[in-house]
Structure formats: structure tokens, C-alpha cells
């Protein structure tokens, strides 16, 4: 068995797991007793110059320590998402193997030799008993014909993963199937739980679906928190009016507030409005965000108040001395607060659960709960569309972490 082989199975790859966190082990020890002896070292060392280069010495023994911390952390989070990203490539079998499998690992059935389908990779539908007594017989399908199609199936057209054609469904002997462990990055789980989430004699809502209604939601409410809460936050931060501070800490005491104590409040105003199962319930009851505008608040009264001077020395009003200055200035923190907004928008899971009943009015939360229910222990796919759901996050942090940094590390700083 050649190498790749070998870390396709379950005591291969666990071997390999094994065999790294060993020699990790073994380099951290050697690395951390080298260092402790120069730190000893350089404490007992005579006062001098030796003693001196010492101390760089140690002090940069000291940073790598740190930087080791982080990493091991780092490590720490990473091997999660490692772990559904790879889930998502394996099959059924694999993907609930009590052994770890660290790798993208799936069993592949091929037919031996003399059957019709020389070593050719096969899909199995199923296993019966024949007329011949004491024999099995498998019904395959070569994977090349294994495909997704457009179907009609209890009256409503739905996608399935089906024979085509369907000719090219054999019957063989059971014993005559080989299966064995392969490294695989086919897209099989992708497409499943992109297809498959909730069926109904209405037809087949995907994941296209609930991306769609999450997208929309997500960036309309974000964009409206974002405008209501700097129109606020300039307020707090250089208007003068009476009981300024008395209403800021009002806004923030809400804070404190569950968001569970305002579901059934929000839920009856929008009843009364007609606006249940809607996109606007979705939306409206996430125009404003107290956090929001504290950050904001923050961030604004670190502007200096020359630029005020300057402006209405120009003729300038205070609406457009805020859109025309303060938000060019404040780009960083409108970044980190549109991400913080984006994200409680995207990840909502129990607020569109108890406003939407329709299927196309759903978000991908609600989506993947469905799929969650539906596809019960077929980890292989849950963790598929688990992956789609933290794509657009990972890639969103990825582009605007600089800002998201500098957003942070400017707030409240005079």
C-alpha cells in the first residue's frame, strides 16, 4: 500500500496524528529546556559584558515564548474548522468512524476484474438476496453515471444524485465488490447540501435560497444600523442639548435588557403591523444597535473639534459636517461596527425561526437547522453546509481585518 494510501484508513491517519504529536512534543521539550538553561545562565552569570549579550539573549527567548503561546492557540482554534472541512469531504462510513480520521477520507467501491466494470469506481444503491441461496447481489452504479438531475418525485420536481442513465444500473455479486479507503476531495457533500435542505409539494428550496434571504436581510439591516446609529452617535458625541448624558446612559441600561424578554413585544407589534413571514420582519427590529452606537460615540469624540470650527467657518451644517468628514474619518470603525452587525444579522437563529413560516422566507441559520433535523447522524453532510454558511464570514474578516484591528484599537482613545 503505497503511502497516500495509507493515510486514507483509519490507523494510517491516526498513526500519522500520533506520530507528529510526538515529535511536537519532542521539539518542545528540546526548545524549552534549551531555553531555560540560558536562562539560568544568564542569572547567575558574573556583571559584564557576557551577561549583557545574555540578556538579549534571553529576551528574545522570552518573545519566542510568546509568540509560542499564540501559536499553540492559534493551533487551538484552527483544529475545528480543520476538522469540518475535512468531514466535508468523507462519506457516511468515514465521517462517523469511532477511530479519527484526519483526512478527507472515503471508502471507494470498485467491481474486481471479469464482472463488466473493471476496477471501475461504483457507487453501491444496494444489497439483496438472490434466488441462490446464501448469495448476495449488489446493485451498482459507476460513479461517471451517478449524477445530480432535475427529478419528479411526489408531485413536486426536486434534485436528486440518480442513475443516468439509468441503464447503467448492474447487478453483480456482492463478494465481487471491493471497497477501500481513499483520499478523496470529491464535491458529492457540496452538492447534497446544497440541494437537499427542505422539500415540499411546493418544490425544492436550497441553499441558494437561504443565502439569498441572508444576504439581503444581512446587508439591508447592517446598512440601516450604520446610518440610524451614527446619526445618534454624533449626537452623544458633539451636540449640546439637555439631559445628553442622561439619555446616553438610558440606551446604554438597555444593554443589560435579554434580547429573549423583547421576542414576544417585537413579535406582536409586527402581528399588528402585518408584517410577520415578511423581509421587513427581518429587518426592522435590527435598525438600531445600541453597541453600535457607542462605538460610534467613541470613535467620534476622538475627532478633534477644529474640524467643526473649520467647517462652519466654510457655511457647513452639522449633517453635512458629519457625512462629508466625520464618516471619511471614522472608515475604521464604521468597518469593525458593520462587521459586528453583518455577523449578529448572518448568525440570528431564533428570531427568524419564531417570524418567517415560509420556506423561501428563511435564512441559512434556519436552513441549516432543517438540514440539521433532516440528515440526522450524516455528519459528512452537515458539515458541508456548515461550510457554506462560514464562507462569506471567513472571507469578509479575511479583506478587512486591518480595519477591524485599527477600528478597535482607536475607540475611546482622546
Given at each position: 500500500?503505497?503511502?497516500?494510501?495509507?493515510?486514507?484508513t483509519?490507523d494510517?491517519?491516526?498513526?500519522?496524528?500520533?506520530?507528529?504529536?510526538?515529535?511536537?512534543?519532542?521539539?518542545?521539550?528540546?526548545?524549552?529546556?534549551?531555553?531555560?538553561?540560558l536562562?539560568?545562565?544568564?542569572?547567575?552569570?558574573?556583571?559584564?559584558?557576557?551577561?549583557?549579550?545574555?540578556?538579549?539573549?534571553?529576551?528574545?527567548?522570552?518573545?519566542?515564548?510568546?509568540?509560542?503561546?499564540l501559536?499553540?492557540?492559534s493551533?487551538?482554534?484552527?483544529?475545528?474548522?480543520?476538522?469540518?472541512?475535512?468531514?466535508?469531504?468523507?462519506?457516511?462510513?468515514?465521517?462517523?468512524?469511532?477511530?479519527?480520521?484526519?483526512?478527507?477520507?472515503?471508502?471507494?467501491?470498485?467491481?474486481?476484474?471479469?464482472?463488466?466494470?473493471?476496477?471501475i469506481?461504483?457507487?453501491?444503491l444496494?444489497?439483496?438476496?438472490?434466488?441462490?441461496a446464501?448469495?448476495?447481489?449488489?446493485?451498482?452504479?459507476?460513479?461517471?453515471?451517478?449524477?445530480?438531475?432535475?427529478?419528479?418525485?411526489?408531485?413536486?420536481?426536486?434534485?436528486?444524485?440518480?442513475?443516468?442513465?439509468?441503464?447503467?444500473?448492474?447487478?453483480?455479486?456482492?463478494?465481487?465488490?471491493?471497497?477501500?479507503?481513499?483520499?478523496?476531495?470529491?464535491?458529492?457533500?457540496?452538492?447534497?447540501?446544497?440541494?437537499?435542505p427542505e422539500e415540499?409539494?411546493?418544490?425544492?428550496v436550497?441553499?441558494?435560497?437561504y443565502?439569498?434571504?441572508?444576504?439581503?436581510?444581512?446587508?439591508?439591516?447592517?446598512?440601516?444600523?450604520?446610518?440610524?446609529?451614527?446619526?445618534?452617535a454624533?449626537?452623544?458625541?458633539?451636540?449640546?442639548?439637555?439631559?445628553?448624558?442622561?439619555?446616553f446612559?438610558?440606551?446604554?441600561?438597555?444593554?443589560?435588557?435579554?434580547?429573549?424578554?423583547?421576542?414576544?413585544?417585537?413579535?406582536?407589534?409586527?402581528?399588528?403591523?402585518?408584517?410577520?413571514?415578511?423581509?421587513?420582519?427581518?429587518?426592522?427590529?435590527?435598525?438600531?444597535?445600541?453597541?453600535?452606537?457607542?462605538?460610534?460615540?467613541?470613535f467620534?469624540?476622538?475627532?478633534?473639534?477644529?474640524?467643526?470650527?473649520a467647517?462652519?467657518?466654510?457655511?457647513?451644517?452639522?449633517?453635512?459636517?458629519?457625512?462629508?468628514?466625520?464618516?471619511?474619518?471614522?472608515?475604521?470603525?464604521?468597518?469593525?461596527?458593520?462587521?459586528?452587525?453583518?455577523?449578529?444579522?448572518?448568525?440570528?437563529?431564533l428570531?427568524?425561526?419564531?417570524?418567517?413560516?415560509?420556506?423561501?422566507?428563511?435564512?441559512?441559520?434556519?436552513?441549516?437547522?432543517?438540514?440539521?433535523?433532516?440528515?440526522?447522524?450524516?455528519?459528512?453532510?452537515?458539515?458541508?453546509?456548515?461550510?457554506?454558511?462560514?464562507?462569506?464570514?471567513?472571507?469578509l474578516?479575511?479583506?478587512l481585518?486591518?480595519?477591524?484591528?485599527?477600528?478597535?484599537?482607536?475607540?475611546?482613545?482622546?
Amino acid at each position: 500500500m503505497n503511502p497516500i494510501d495509507l493515510l486514507a484508513t483509519a490507523d494510517g491517519g491516526l498513526t500519522l496524528f500520533r506520530l507528529v504529536l510526538r515529535l511536537g512534543f519532542a521539539l518542545f521539550l528540546i526548545v524549552h529546556l534549551a531555553g531555560l538553561g540560558l536562562i539560568l545562565v544568564q542569572t547567575f552569570s558574573p556583571v559584564g559584558e557576557r551577561r549583557t549579550k545574555l540578556g538579549i539573549i534571553t529576551r528574545k527567548i522570552g518573545r519566542f515564548f510568546i509568540y509560542e503561546c499564540l501559536v499553540i492557540g492559534s493551533i487551538v482554534m484552527t483544529v475545528p474548522f480543520y476538522w469540518m472541512v475535512v468531514t466535508s469531504f468523507k462519506d457516511a462510513e468515514t465521517a462517523s468512524s469511532a477511530d479519527p480520521i484526519w483526512t478527507p477520507t472515503r471508502i471507494q467501491a470498485t467491481v474486481l476484474p471479469g464482472e463488466g466494470l473493471d476496477m471501475i469506481p461504483v457507487h453501491i444503491l444496494g444489497v439483496s438476496q438472490s434466488e441462490v441461496a446464501g448469495e448476495e447481489i449488489a446493485t451498482v452504479v459507476p460513479m461517471e453515471n451517478f449524477r445530480f438531475r432535475r427529478i419528479t418525485e411526489g408531485g413536486a420536481r426536486i434534485t436528486r444524485q440518480v442513475p443516468d442513465p439509468p441503464e447503467s444500473v448492474m447487478r453483480v455479486p456482492a463478494n465481487a465488490v471491493e471497497r477501500n479507503p481513499v483520499i478523496s476531495f470529491a464535491m458529492d457533500n457540496y452538492l447534497n447540501a446544497w440541494y437537499r435542505p427542505e422539500e415540499s409539494s411546493r418544490g425544492q428550496v436550497n441553499f441558494f435560497t437561504y443565502f439569498f434571504v441572508s444576504t439581503l436581510t444581512s446587508v439591508l439591516a447592517t446598512t440601516g444600523t450604520l446610518m440610524t446609529s451614527a446619526l445618534a452617535a454624533f449626537a452623544f458625541a458633539r451636540l449640546r442639548f439637555w439631559g445628553k448624558n442622561f439619555f446616553f446612559y438610558v440606551i446604554l441600561a438597555t444593554m443589560m435588557v435579554p434580547g429573549q424578554v423583547l421576542l414576544i413585544p417585537n413579535f406582536l407589534i409586527l402581528s399588528n403591523m402585518g408584517m410577520l413571514d415578511t423581509y421587513g420582519a427581518l429587518i426592522v427590529p435590527w435598525l438600531a444597535s445600541v453597541f453600535t452606537i457607542f462605538l460610534m460615540r467613541q470613535f467620534f469624540m476622538t475627532i478633534p473639534e477644529d474640524l467643526w470650527d473649520a467647517a462652519r467657518i466654510d457655511g457647513a451644517s452639522r449633517f453635512r459636517y458629519l457625512w462629508q468628514i466625520v464618516v471619511p474619518l471614522s472608515r475604521p470603525v464604521f468597518i469593525t461596527a458593520g462587521i459586528f452587525d453583518f455577523l449578529n444579522n448572518w448568525n440570528s437563529l431564533l428570531w427568524p425561526l419564531i417570524v418567517t413560516s415560509s420556506p423561501n422566507r428563511r435564512t441559512l441559520m434556519v436552513g441549516l437547522q432543517n438540514l440539521n433535523d433532516d440528515a440526522g447522524a450524516e455528519f459528512h453532510i452537515l458539515m458541508a453546509a456548515s461550510c457554506f454558511a462560514i464562507l462569506p464570514i471567513v472571507i469578509l474578516f479575511f479583506f478587512l481585518q486591518r480595519f477591524f484591528i485599527e477600528g478597535i484599537a482607536r475607540t475611546g482613545l482622546k
